[in-house]
Each structure stands twice: as structure tokens, then as C-alpha cells.
């Protein structure tokens, strides 16, 4: 295990990188079964009352003036409705309940996960690789649903040369088939590789307290580095967050309109 | 020294496979800096394109995630 091959070489602070995104189950036992409630539980139920402190709570007053949480959850809703009527245009706005489930549960996922000592639900590929494969069979169903076996007109380029048709539809079945791959480990990977590398600099950081020569050199670059990453990585959650959702709104409309 | 030749391969794998991200890298500049030069010339049009941009940021740079995702595998999974 990561703790024990670097536990024994230094004594002290030791961090490794990858300990905060083992899954521990949060009422002893021992080990993790189909419903042990583990660190992840509490994060995820974390995630769903933050959401639900930010929308339902902070914009209970419907002010006509807004208050500073109804003016964040109605500009939260307007960015989430103008990006799905944008992209999917004005009959993908039915679908707009759902967009917004995944965009505040992936922002408010990856913002609790910068809070100290907290947990990144999103950066197991475990729950994204869900969020995304959900999007997945939710787009193909309803592109079947919506348009019958027109849909395959998805992957007939027409504006191609008749002879290349055939390869560029093999192309693009496997393109098709790779997007859920590509949705769930992008923000998987995002969330997990900025994660890593604060706790890496974390790791220098208490260095002043081991070795005191070097240490006044390494400690307040380490700690210059650890606060400018986490800027990064506090506007990499929002970005991914975006992303995982506008993607996911592409996906949508060549469900609803697959003509190239 | 200690530790054997699979960890050494595997520790040598995870820098190699590093580089991948500076074409990641590249990839996002090369996005920003087009629309950037294009927003200059063309203001009133560049708001309506700013989610476009931001998913060509979101597909290049997924290519230097899953890199160094194959990195962290082999420093910690190997």
C-alpha cells in the first residue's frame, strides 16, 4: 500500500499523493461492501444539500432585488439555461432539468473537493464513469426514440465522397463509442491529477520542520506553489464542470438533430 | 540501491509518458491564441463563441489528462 513503502523512509509529516482518494468506510468495519456508508457517501450527500442549501434556500425570498445566494443560484441557472437552449436549441430545452443536475452536482462535487481534508467525489472514475455513461444511454435512446433508425444518419457523412463513406462511418461508430470514455476519464482525470499535485507540493512543504537550511528555501516556494495551484484548480472544477455539461448538450443535439 | 527492474521501468514509463502532456499543452494555446487573435478583430462576435472555445480547451487538453493519467497508473499502480 502507498502508506507503507514511504512511511517507513521518513518519520514526521508524510503525504503521500494518492491516500485522499482511498474510499474508507466512515463507521469502522473494515472492509468496503455494496452499501458500506463510506467517505464518499458523505461527500456525495454533502454535495446534494450544498446544492440544495445554494437553490432552494438561497432563493426562497424571490426579491425582485435578489439577495447575494438568490443572485449566485439565478445566475447559475441562467448560465445552465442559456448554454442548453444555445446549444441544443429550442427543442433540447425540454431537457434542461437534467443538464442542471449534472452541471450543480459536478461543480458542487469538485468545489467541496478543494475544501481541506475533504474528498473529491468526482475524481474516482467510479462516479464519473456513471454520470457519463448515463448521458450515454440517455442521448442514444432518445436519438432512437426521436428520429427511429434515421439516427444512423449520424454516421452517414453525406457530404463526403461516396467511396469514403463506408470508412468514415466505421470512424465514426467508434468515435460514437469512444465519447463516454473520453467524457468520464476528462473530468476524472482532471479532477484526480490536480488533486495529486497539491498534495505534492503539500509534501515539501513542512520541509522547514525536518531540515531547517534548506527548508527556508523550499517551505515558501512549496507553499507559493501549493496556493497558485489551487487558484488553477479552483477554476479547473468550474471549467470541468462547463464542460462535462456543454459537451453533454452536443451530445444532445446530434441525438435530436443527427443530419450532417 | 534498492528496489527492482519492473519498479525502475515502471518509474522511467511515468516520466516518459509525461511528455505528452506539452503537446497538450501546445494543443490548448493553440486554441486560446486563435480565438484570441479572432476575438481582436471581431469583438461583437467573439462572446457567441466562447463556449466553443472552451470545448476545443476541453478536447485538447483531455488528450494530456488521459497522459498523465497513464503516468500516475504507473508511479502508483504498477
Known amino acids: 500500500m502507498a502508506t507503507e513503502t514511504y512511511g517507513e523512509a521518513e518519520a514526521g509529516l508524510v503525504f503521500h499523493p494518492m491516500d485522499q482518494f482511498q474510499v474508507t468506510p466512515l463507521f469502522g468495519g473494515?472492509?468496503?461492501e455494496w452499501f458500506t456508508i463510506t467517505n464518499v457517501t458523505l461527500w456525495m450527500g454533502l454535495t446534494v444539500l450544498s446544492i440544495v442549501a445554494l437553490l432552494v434556500f438561497g432563493a426562497r425570498g424571490r426579491a425582485l432585488v435578489?439577495?447575494?445566494?438568490?443572485?449566485?443560484?439565478?445566475?447559475?441557472?441562467g448560465l445552465v439555461y442559456k448554454m442548453v437552449e444555445d446549444?441544443?436549441?429550442?427543442?433540447?430545452?425540454?431537457?434542461?432539468?437534467?443538464?442542471?443536475?449534472?452541471?450543480?452536482?459536478?461543480?458542487?462535487?469538485?468545489?467541496?473537493g478543494l475544501l481541506p481534508l475533504a474528498f473529491t467525489t468526482t475524481s474516482h472514475i467510479a462516479v464519473?464513469?456513471?454520470?457519463?455513461?448515463?448521458?450515454?444511454?440517455?442521448?442514444?435512446?432518445?436519438?432512437?426514440?426521436?428520429n427511429g433508425f434515421g439516427f444512423l444518419s449520424l454516421f452517414w457523412i453525406s457530404s463526403a465522397p461516396l467511396i469514403l463513406r463506408?470508412?468514415?462511418?466505421?470512424?465514426?461508430?467508434?468515435?460514437?463509442?469512444?465519447?463516454?470514455?473520453?467524457?468520464?476519464?476528462?473530468?476524472?482525470?482532471?479532477m484526480m491529477?490536480?488533486?495529486?499535485?497539491?498534495?505534492?507540493f503539500a509534501a515539501f512543504a513542512p520541509l522547514v520542520l525536518i531540515s531547517t537550511g534548506i527548508?527556508?528555501?523550499?517551505?515558501?516556494?512549496?507553499?507559493?506553489?501549493?496556493?497558485?495551484?489551487?487558484?488553477?484548480?479552483?477554476?479547473?472544477?468550474?471549467?470541468?464542470?462547463?464542460?462535462?455539461a456543454i459537451l453533454t448538450c452536443v451530445y444532445l443535439r446530434d441525438a435530436l438533430h443527427p443530419h450532417h | 540501491m534498492t528496489g527492482d527492474i519492473v519498479q525502475m521501468g515502471a518509474y522511467i514509463g511515468a516520466g516518459l509518458a509525461c511528455i505528452g502532456m506539452g503537446g497538450a499543452a501546445l494543443g490548448v494555446g493553440n486554441v486560446v491564441g486563435n480565438f484570441l487573435s479572432g476575438a481582436l478583430r471581431n469583438p461583437s462576435a467573439a462572446g457567441g463563441q466562447t463556449a466553443t472555445m472552451f470545448i476545443g480547451i476541453a478536447f485538447?487538453?483531455?488528450?494530456?489528462?488521459?497522459?498523465?493519467?497513464?503516468?500516475?497508473?504507473?508511479?502508483?499502480?504498477?
Open chain 1, 128 to 146: 464519473t464513469a456513471v454520470l457519463a455513461l448515463a448521458v450515454f444511454i440517455a442521448v442514444t435512446v432518445l436519438g432512437f426514440v426521436k
Open chain 1, 166 to 190: 463506408p470508412i468514415l462511418a466505421l470512424i465514426e461508430v467508434i468515435s460514437y463509442f469512444v465519447r463516454p470514455v473520453s467524457h468520464s476519464i476528462r473530468l476524472a482525470g482532471n
Open chain 1, 30 to 32: 473494515g472492509t468496503v
Open chain 1, 215 to 244: 527548508g527556508l528555501v523550499v517551505t515558501p516556494l512549496s507553499i507559493l506553489a501549493i496556493t497558485a495551484i489551487y487558484a488553477l484548480e479552483v477554476l479547473v472544477a468550474f471549467i470541468q464542470a462547463y464542460v462535462f
Open chain 2, 60 to 78: 485538447a487538453e483531455a488528450l494530456g489528462i488521459f497522459s498523465f493519467l497513464v503516468a500516475l497508473l504507473l508511479m502508483f499502480a504498477v
Open chain 1, 66 to 77: 435578489p439577495t447575494r445566494s438568490q443572485s449566485v443560484a439565478e445566475l447559475a441557472y
Open chain 1, 193 to 200: 491529477a490536480g488533486h495529486a499535485v497539491i498534495k505534492v
Open chain 1, 87 to 112: 446549444v441544443t436549441g429550442k427543442d433540447g430545452v425540454v431537457y434542461f432539468p437534467y443538464i442542471m443536475t449534472v452541471f450543480m452536482f459536478i461543480l458542487m462535487a469538485n468545489f467541496l
